[in-house]
Every structure is written in C-alpha cells, then in structure tokens.
C-alpha cells in the first residue's frame, strides 16, 4: 500500500451471525475494531457497510478467506467468494482475499486473556478476528 493513497482500509470477518469488522487510520497504520454487524440479510448488511464506507471515506476492502489448513477450499471459501462478489457489484471498491487461517482461533485465545476494559475496547471476537486480518494484511503489503 502506498502512503500517498487517500484513505482507509475495512476489513470483514464475513459469518453467519455477525461480521467483525475493523479499519485502519489513512496511513495504514493500525487496526481499530469498529462494532459487529449482526447478519440480518445481504440487503441490510449492504445497506450498513454503505454507510460504514461513506463515514470512514474507505478506498479499499480486505476480506478473510477461511481456508482449510491444507490451504484448499470448502463451503466457507465459497460462501465468502459469493459475499465479495456482492461487494464488488454493490461498492466497486478495490477488494482483496486474505487467507484468515485461525484468525478466529487466536482471537479466541486473545479474547480470554484480556481485561474486561480490553474487551470492551474490541466489542467482540467477530471485530477482534477482523483486526487480526486487517493487521496482517498491512503487514504484508
């Protein structure tokens, strides 16, 4: 990522019941976990990412891809791939995978060792799973 690129990247922890999501500051420092949204249906998860995007003037979009730990792929890796070709159709942003191998594992661990205060600042493991990813996903670029 270039430091002169304007604006920030969300990442999503796409599942079943919620969607951990966090962003970073413009400069690609830093990921802050921002509330889960609870998966209602696409159209009103579409319809608050919108949202989410405007008010963080995002330019980018980071998704985990649940692979299995051989690296192949199963159902989630497809139910994931739908979910970014929705994103792609609805937002047109930029839109790139990140493998998210036991993203939710260590989050877990993370989560249970944390203070109450700690936890509160992460608002759930969903959020916290996505920090990890956006974290990853700037370390590597």
């Not at 790139?96 to 205060?117: F, K, P, Q, Y």
């Amino acid at each position: 990522m270039s430091v002169m690129q304007k604006g920030r990247i969300l990442a999503l922890d796409y599942g079943t019941k919620h969607v951990g999501i966090a962003c970073c500051d413009e400069l690609g420092v830093g990921a802050r976990p921002l509330p889960p949204i609870p998966f209602k249906s696409h159209r009103d998860l579409m319809l608050r990412l919108r949202s989410l995007l405007q008010q963080n003037e995002v330019h980018e979009i980071v998704v985990g891809i649940p692979l299995n730990m051989d690296g192949t792929s199963g159902e989630a890796v497809h139910r994931v791939q739908r979910f970014m070709d929705r994103l792609r159709e609805e937002f047109g942003l930029p839109l790139i995978g990140v493998d998210e191998r036991l993203s939710t594992v260590e989050a877990m661990e993370l989560w249970n060792h944390m203070s109450t205060r700690q936890q509160r600042k992460y608002r759930t493991v969903d959020s916290l799973a996505a920090a990890l990813i956006l974290n990853r996903y700037l370390e590597g670029s």
